[in-house]
């Protein structure tokens, strides 16, 4: 931090993964929160480490609170929130809007909501920036970075193969319901995330459980069509854990199918990966540590915070 202001900025706890990696960055973070600690507004929540410069700022406090950026992650607290919680001297204060998601009304010809020149848009993947329509808000790309909460060994001896996703069920194709489904009927496959035993998954793992699920299982399936970058898929190559997954969205500049894991459009050719890997536990080994290299090239927490410090310097510097 030599010749850096400390910053104090305000955000919303909206991806408890992705907030856990950003404020690593050696800036002050303050997270919203409410007395019954509602979605968004949940402060420093869930199992996660904190660091001390996470901290807690009561809605009800906000007005009289100083901060020297806002960073907005949804569209709510943009368009809604910030009208109701903060005064008109802090809305005028350096912004970012962080956009986790591609666009999901049309993938090619949805503007974007921020639409305020004066905001700084703040994609978390290429993908991301390319679909919205982002029309003449100044862009800028951060693209993920992990910081594991725990490095067992990658073991594989469960031969299933491991899918994260939370609410599969109502949220259907965009996902990767029916893909899942298809699937998991003719190769084992063990489904965690919020509201999964609906659908006859294991239920929700904490962040601290994962690292250790990801390592005894021999691959890590992802059936999402249409979505960001997932932060388990980086954490399942972190982990070693090969990923087999739908060749759309940013996976297609990550995994390089027959490397470091497996990607395609078609689900028989995911299927024979799957049973492959089942069969081979050596090239599930190799493939898992190809895709660990990948990530800890591309997505370390390193680059990320480096990242984020010249984004906040152009801003709010």
Not at 82 to 109: C, F, K, M, N
Not at 117 to 144: C, K, Q, S, Y
Not at 234 to 261: H, K, Y
Request: hydrophobic share 40%; glycine share 8%.
């Amino acid at each position: 931090m030599t010749g850096r202001r400390r910053l104090r900025i305000l955000t919303w706890h909206v991806h408890g993964n992705y907030l856990y990696n950003l404020t690593q960055v050696p800036h002050d973070f303050f997270l919203v929160v409410d007395a019954g600690r509602s979605t968004h507004h949940s402060g420093r929540s869930g199992a996660l480490p904190w660091g001390d410069n996470v901290h807690e700022a009561p809605v009800e406090r906000l007005k009289q609170m100083s901060f020297d950026l806002l960073l907005f992650q949804s569209r709510e607290a943009w368009e809604h929130e910030q009208h109701r919680v903060l005064s008109a001297a802090q809305r005028a204060l350096p912004r970012i809007v962080l956009e986790h998601d591609p666009p999901q009304a049309s993938p090619t010809d949805t503007p974007h909501w921020c639409g305020d020149r004066g905001a700084l848009l703040v994609h978390v993947t290429p993908f991301n920036a390319l679909m919205w329509d982002n029309g003449e808000l100044p862009v800028r790309i951060v693209e993920h970075g992990v910081k594991p909460l725990a490095e067992p060994p990658w073991r594989g001896e469960d031969n299933r193969g491991l899918v994260v996703v939370n609410n599969l069920l109502s949220r259907g194709r965009r996902l990767g319901l029916d893909v899942y489904r298809d699937l998991a009927a003719r190769v084992p496959l063990r489904l965690v995330g919020m509201d999964s035993a609906t659908i006859g998954g294991d239920g929700e793992l904490t962040q601290l459980e994962l690292p250790q699920a990801l390592a005894a299982h021999r691959f890590f399936f992802h059936p999402i069509r249409h979505t960001s970058l997932g932060l388990a898929v980086i954490e399942a190559m972190m982990a070693g854990t090969p990923v087999v997954g739908l060749a759309t969205t940013e996976l297609v500049t990550v995994i390089d199918s027959g490397r470091n894991g497996f990607i395609d459009t078609r689900p028989q050719r995911l299927e024979a990966a799957m049973q492959a890997l089942r069969a081979d536990r050596g090239l599930a080994h190799e493939w898992g540590q190809a895709g660990r290299r990948t990530a800890r090239e591309r997505f370390g927490i390193a680059r990320f915070v480096d990242d984020w410090l010249r984004v906040l310097d152009e801003v709010a510097g």
